[in-house]
């Protein structure tokens, strides 16, 4: 790849910052995009970022969509069986998280893929550890996450070269330590979001798994909507039914165009209930994220950002519904995207230490808030 510096690059991907920001593109013989001063050490080179400037895509299409978790059996037989003598699983809060030590995902059979998006719905957030997901070819691993739904591509993130359904996760242990870059201009990483909420049919059950990162730092932490939504007066909790809100994906595209990156797929808009309903539990969670909610619909503006700024708060403040994820080589963490929302944290020293992940992303259904009641008013499209 040469190494010809053509951007600085201020905001690749809004949808998962993870602490990615102020990256430098080079460009290879055949155009694509990569990262200068890439890991030429990387442990899993085949999974290092590029970007094709020449990659366009349609809108995505509406399609039928089923949660596998409804096709599960409950008492999980398939997950967690009764002969596997190496299975722990752990509570990480009473009511959200959960790890699990002596399941290796790969090996799950179709009954227990199903089994797995029932318990991830159950439990918000699920952390596998010593898991071989990351040695399976690519190919593999998008057949693996199509069981959950349709592999989702992401309109500006980088990309293993020629595998754009794979989202990446990537700070080269070459760039700039945060401190001298990100925390120049900002006191804290932490951003709070649920994966590209501004499609139509946003991601349920989603992966990432990682590949490298630094010894301490670099966790996820994770808030639990479902709760948050309980915690409210029932008296409030009228006022949010019924409600929807705008997410919005363009200045995400906006700032990877403005920054000289890719925009493979026109930025879309559409509105979601504030409450949505769980398709598997049938429990409501807050669907709200400040990185790509923008208003409630037929609001005044300021009645919608003082609505909206407390939600956020809960979500961001609330110690007692969240949980911090820490990363071991081989860990794989399986969460809902209907029901929680996280964020990395950038709290380690750039320079010789790489974070990188790579995430599976299948598409779930239309939000909706309640199945016994259509929330498909036509104007929403
Ligand atoms: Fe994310």
Redesign the pocket.
């Known amino acids: 790849m040469s190494t010809t510096q053509i951007q600085s690059i201020q905001s690749i991907d809004a949808?998962?910052f993870h602490g990615d920001k102020a990256k430098i593109y080079s460009r290879d013989a055949n155009g694509l995009l990569g990262l200068a001063g890439e890991d030429t050490d990387a442990a899993y080179p085949h999974f290092l970022p590029v970007w094709d400037p020449n990659e366009h895509y349609e809108p995505l299409t509406e399609i039928e969509f089923s949660d596998p978790g409804l096709r599960a059996d409950p008492a999980l037989p398939n997950l967690f069986s009764k002969l596997n003598t190496d299975l722990r699983v752990k509570s990480l809060t009473p009511k959200f998280g959960t790890e699990v030590s002596g399941v290796q995902l790969s090996e799950l059979t179709s009954e227990g893929k199903d089994e797995l998006a029932l318990f991830v719905a159950q439990h918000g957030v699920v952390v596998f550890r010593e898991q071989d997901l990351r040695d399976k070819p690519i190919d593999w691993l998008l057949e693996y996450s199509s069981h959950f739904g349709r592999n989702h591509i992401h309109p500006t993130s980088g990309a293993p070269r020629g595998h754009p359904e794979i989202h990446l996760v990537y700070r080269s242990k070459t760039e700039d330590a945060a401190e001298n870059t990100f925390f120049k201009d900002h006191v804290s990483s932490v951003a709070w979001?649920s994966?590209v909420t501004y499609e139509k049919q946003p991601p349920g059950t989603t992966f990432l798994a990682i590949l490298d990162g630094p010894e301490s730092g670099g966790d996820t932490i994770f808030a639990d909507t479902e709760e948050a939504f309980n915690r409210l007066s029932e008296t409030f909790r009228q006022r949010l039914l019924g409600l929807e809100v705008l997410h919005s994906g363009v200045a995400q595209a906006d700032a990877s165009r403005n920054a000289g990156g890719v925009v493979r797929r026109e930025p879309v808009e559409n509105f979601h209930p504030l409450i949505r309903e769980h398709p598997v539990t049938k429990k409501k969670a807050l669907y709200v994220n400040q990185q790509f909610s923008r208003y409630i619909k037929g609001l005044k503006r300021e009645e919608s950002d003082a609505i909206l700024g407390f939600l956020y708060d809960l979500l961001a403040k609330s110690a007692d519904i969240q949980v911090r994820v820490s990363w071991e080589s081989g860990t794989v963490v399986v969460w809902d995207n209907r029901r929680s929302v996280?964020s990395a944290l950038v709290d380690w020293s750039g320079a010789g230490s790489s974070r990188h992940a790579f995430r599976l992303t299948p598409q779930a259904e239309r939000p909706y808030e309640d199945a016994t009641v259509s929330c498909r008013d036509i104007s929403r499209d």
Do not use: G, I, K
Request: no cysteine; net charge negative.
């Open positions: 949808s998962s979001h994966d996280h």
